[in-house]
C-alpha cells in the first residue's frame, strides 16, 4: 500500500502519495487470477523502458510499496527474435515459476513495416530473473502487429491472452472517419483494436483463431464515442486507440478493462467492458471512462491509462495500477483503489495525488502484508533472526547464579546463561523480596545504554539513579532481569570489536539481531519464572536500550507494552548504519525498509516512545504517525504514544514520571497490552 499496497500506508519516514517514480504500462507481480504475490516479503514492479538498452526489461521491488530498491535487469534479450522496442511486461507467478509476457519488434519478419511487434514468453526461477526465452520465437505470429500481452486463466483452468492489434497502416471507415475526410483534417483515421485467443497450457502457442473483443465505435451516436474519440476531435492526432487490456473475472462476470486515446497525449483514459464468456462478446460499461484526467475539475493528472489490477490475496480489496502524467510527460507510477460494487459496476478511486491513510482498510488486510514485511526483515537480520509468538511456549533457560543481595526491599541476583552457542550473558535479576508460592507479579526486560556500568546501571549499582529501571521496577513490585549487551566487556566499556567477532562467526547476520536473540532468551528467562505473569512482560530501555526495545517488541509478541527512550526511532535519525546494529546498507539510499514497519508489527500492543530532541525529536512523529495508521485499524490509536520532553538526551524528571505512571497502570492492568 502505499502502507501501501497503495496510498498506501505508507511506511516511510515520509506519507506515500502518487505519483511515483517513473514507470509507464505497470505492473505489480501477480497471479493469473489478480492476486498480489511477493518473494521474500517483497512486491515486484515491472513497466516499460527504464533499461540500458531496447532490448532489456527491469523491475523494482518494495515491501511496503513506499520504500523501493532497483533491482536491476531482469530481462536481456539480446541476440533472439526480440530485437527491440521491447513494451509493456506483465509477470504472473505460476506454481513457483514466473513468466513474463512482453512485446518487442523483430525486425527478421517478412515485411516492409516500421512496427514489426509481436509477443514473447520468458520464464525464470525468481522475480528479479534472470527470465530466459520459453522459446526463441513469438507465442504465435499475425499478418499484423500487436501489443499489450494479458494473461487470463479461467476458474477451469484454461489460458487466454487478449492483445491490441496496433494502429500502424490498419485505417479504418468510420462515421468520424468520414466527417474528418469530408472536412479535410485527416485522410484516414487509424485504430488499434483488442482480441482475445486460448493459449496453450504451456503458452507455446494458440488454440483456435483469435477473436475481435473490443474496438472505437463506428458511429457517432454511440454513447462511447465522445471519450474514446477525444484524441482526434482535438486534433491531436489521427488515431484511435483500444489497447493496454486486462481482463479479470467477478462473481461469474468476465471484465476487460482498456485504455482509449492517444497513450502519448492528455486524453488517455480507462474504460472496461462485460461478458459472460472470457472470449466475449462484450458489452462496454455505461459509466464509462472510469478513470481520466482530473485537470477539468483542478487537478493536475493527465494522460491516465494503460492500467493492470491486482487484488489484496484475501480478493476483498482491489487496486488500478496505471501511468499518469502531471508536470512534463514523464509517465509514473499511480496506484489507487478500485471496486466492483453489488450491482456489478466497476469503479476506479482515482486518480489520487493526496496523502492518503493506509491503504490497509481491514485488519485482515494488514494481517496479511504484516507476513510480508516480517518476512522481510528477518531476512534480514538473518541468522538468529526469529520472530516469537505470544503463545509460543518458553524455551528452558538454565541460569547459574553468581551473587545474591537484599537491597531496599528487593532481591538483586547476579547471573549467567547462554543465548548465542558458546556464548554467556550476565544479567541481573530482581524481584519483591517477598513473593508468595505461586503469586503473579508482571515482569520486565531492562535494557541498559551506552555506560561503563553496563547492566550494573538498570539493575541500580551506579551513580546513574534517573537509569536505575530494573531496581525501581521490582520495588514496584516488577520481576525485572537486565541483561549486559553483548558489546560489553566483563570489566570495562563498549568495546566495537565484539561486533566484528560477532558478524565474522554468523555471517549475514546483524548486530541488531545478536540484541534480539539475547533480549529473546530473557523473555524465555522470565517466562520459566514461577512468580511471572507470562501476558504482562514488558520491556524498557534508553539510548542504547531503547535501540533494543524496538525490536524486541516488534518481533516477540509477549512483549505486551514497551517504553523506548532517546533511541532514534528513525532508521536515518542516528547511528543505525553502525556494524554493531543494522550496518551500513541501513543507509543506502534505495535501502528498502524503515523504523515504521516495525512499530506497526508491535500493534496493537502499547508503547511510549520518549523523546529528549536529541536522537528522538519532532521528526520522530513522521513514523510514529505512519505506524499510528495501523494502530487505528484495531481502534488502539491511543496506545502508541510519543511524549517529546525537550530536556536532551537524558531522563529527565517529566520522562521519569511518565515512564513510571505507564509501568504502574500496566502492572494495575489499566494500560491494555
Not at 507481480?29 to 531496447?54: C, I, S
Not at 486518480?351 to 514485511?373: D, H, M
Not at 543465548?419 to 508482571?442: C, H, I, N, W, Y
Not at 543506502?588 to 536522537?615: C, K, M, T, W, Y
Request: aromatic share 12%; charged share 25%.
Amino acid at each position: 500500500m502505499l502502507v501501501f499496497l497503495g496510498p498506501l500506508l505508507c511506511f516511510a519516514e515520509t506519507t506515500f502519495q502518487n505519483p511515483g517514480k517513473y514507470a509507464a504500462d505497470p505492473m505489480i507481480l501477480r497471479k493469473p487470477t489478480g492476486e498480489a504475490v511477493t518473494v521474500d516479503g517483497r512486491f515486484f514492479l515491472y513497466f516499460t523502458g527504464g533499461g540500458p538498452n531496447h532490448h532489456s526489461f527491469v523491475a523494482r521491488s518494495t515491501a511496503d510499496f513506499v520504500e523501493w530498491k532497483e533491482e536491476g535487469v531482469v530481462f536481456d534479450g539480446k541476440d533472439t527474435w526480440a530485437r527491440s522496442a521491447y513494451w509493456a511486461p506483465e509477470v504472473y507467478e505460476i506454481e513457483g515459476k514466473f513468466y513474463l509476457f512482453f512485446s518487442a519488434q523483430n525486425s527478421d519478419l517478412p515485411w516492409t513495416q516500421e512496427e514489426l511487434f509481436n509477443i514473447g514468453v520468458a520464464v525464470a526461477d525468481h522475480p528479479a530473473g534472470p527470465f530466459q526465452l520459453l522459446m526463441d520465437r513469438p507465442i504465435f505470429e499475425p499478418d499484423y502487429p500487436i501489443i499489450d500481452a494479458n494473461l487470463f486463466i479461467d476458474s477451469d483452468g484454461t489460458p487466454y491472452l487478449t492483445y491490441s492489434r496496433c494502429c500502424y497502416q490498419h485505417p479504418v471507415e468510420s462515421e468520424l472517419a468520414g466527417v474528418y475526410k469530408r472536412h479535410g483534417w485527416y485522410a484516414t483515421i487509424e485504430e488499434s483494436w483488442i482480441y482475445g485467443v486460448q493459449l496453450t497450457p504451456d503458452f507455446t502457442g494458440i488454440v483456435g483463431e483469435p477473436v475481435l473483443l473490443l474496438r472505437p465505435p463506428l458511429t457517432l451516436g454511440d454513447a462511447q464515442a465522445e471519450w474514446e474519440s477525444r484524441s482526434v476531435v482535438t486534433r491531436e492526432v489521427n488515431r484511435r486507440w483500444t489497447e493496454g487490456s486486462t481482463l479479470l473475472k467477478h462473481n461469474g462476470t468476465y471484465y476487460l478493462m482498456y485504455s482509449a486515446n492517444n497513450f502519448a497525449g492528455d486524453h488517455y483514459a480507462v474504460g472496461y467492458a462485460t461478458s459472460d464468456k472470457p472470449l466475449g462478446p462484450y458489452e462496454k460499461a455505461e459509466n464509462n471512462p472510469v478513470l481520466e484526467k482530473n485537470t477539468p475539475s483542478g487537478g493536475e493528472v493527465r494522460g491516465t491509462g494503460h492500467n493492470n489490477i491486482f487484488y489484496w490475496p484475501d480478493r476483498e480489496t482491489m487496486y488500478c495500477v496505471y501511468h499518469g502524467r502531471t508536470q512534463g510527460d514523464v509517465r509514473r507510477l499511480f496506484i489507487d483503489r478500485m471496486e466492483i460494487d453489488a450491482q456489478g459496476i466497476l469503479r476506479v478511486h482515482g486518480p489520487t495525488t493526496t496523502p492518503q491513510s493506509g491503504i490497509y482498510a481491514t485488519v485482515a488486510e494488514w494481517e496479511t502484508a504484516r507476513e510480508a514485511i516480517k518476512s522481510d526483515w528477518l531476512r534480514f537480520l538473518g541468522k538468529y533472526a526469529e520472530f516469537r509468538t505470544a503463545d509460543q511456549p518458553a524455551r528452558p533457560v538454565p541460569y547459574e547464579v553468581l551473587g545474591e543481595e537484599l537491597v531496599d526491599g528487593v532481591k538483586r541476583l547476579k547471573i549467567r546463561y547462554t543465548t548465542e552457542p558458546g556464548q554467556s550473558v550476565e544479567a541481573f535479576l530482581l524481584m519483591p523480596a517477598k513473593l508468595d508460592q505461586g503469586e503473579k507479579r508482571p515482569a520486565a526486560v531492562v535494557f541498559h545504554s551506552t555506560s561503563v556500568n553496563s547492566h550494573k546501571q538498570p539493575a541500580g549499582i551506579s551513580d546513574e539513579p534517573t537509569k536505575a529501571f530494573g531496581l525501581c521496577l521490582a520495588q514496584r513490585g516488577f520481576i525485572t532481569i537486565c541483561p549486559q549487551n553483548f558489546l560489553w566487556p566483563e570489566v570495562g566499556n563498549f568495546d566495537r570489536n565484539k561486533a566484528d567477532e560477532y558478524l565474522k562467526r554468523n555471517p549475514g547476520s546483524r548486530g541488531m539481531t545478536r540484541m534480539l536473540l539475547d533480549g529473546q532468551v530473557a523473555v524465555d528467562l522470565l517466562c520459566g519464572l514461577e512468580n511471572v505473569d507470562p501476558g504482562r512482560i514488558a520491556c524498557i530501555g534508553h539510548s542504547l536500550g531503547a535501540k533494543e526495545v524496538l525490536y524486541l517488541a516488534a518481533f516477540d509478541e509477549r512483549i505486551a507494552y514497551t517504553i523506548s527512550s532517546e533511541g532514534g526511532i528513525g532508521i536515518k535519525q542516528c547511528n543505525w548504519n553502525a556494524p554493531w546494529y543494522l550496518g551500513a546498507e541501513a543507509f543506502e539510499p534505495d535501502f528498502p525498509r524503515n523504523h515504521a514497519q516495525l512499530l506497526a508489527l508491535v500493534a496493537p500492543r502499547s508503547f511510549l516512545l520518549i523523546g529528549g530532541g536529541a536522537s528522538d525529536n519532532a521528526e520522530s512523529n513522521l513514523t510514529v504517525e505512519a505506524a499510528r495508521r495501523i494502530y487505528r485499524l484495531y481502534d488502539s490509536s491511543d496506545k502508541l504514544e510519543f511524549f517529546l520532553h525537550d530536556k536532551g538526551h537524558t531522563v529527565a524528571p517529566e520522562a521519569e514520571e511518565a515512564i513510571y505512571r505507564g509501568m504502574d497502570e500496566f502492572a494495575r492492568g489499566t494500560i491494555r497490552p
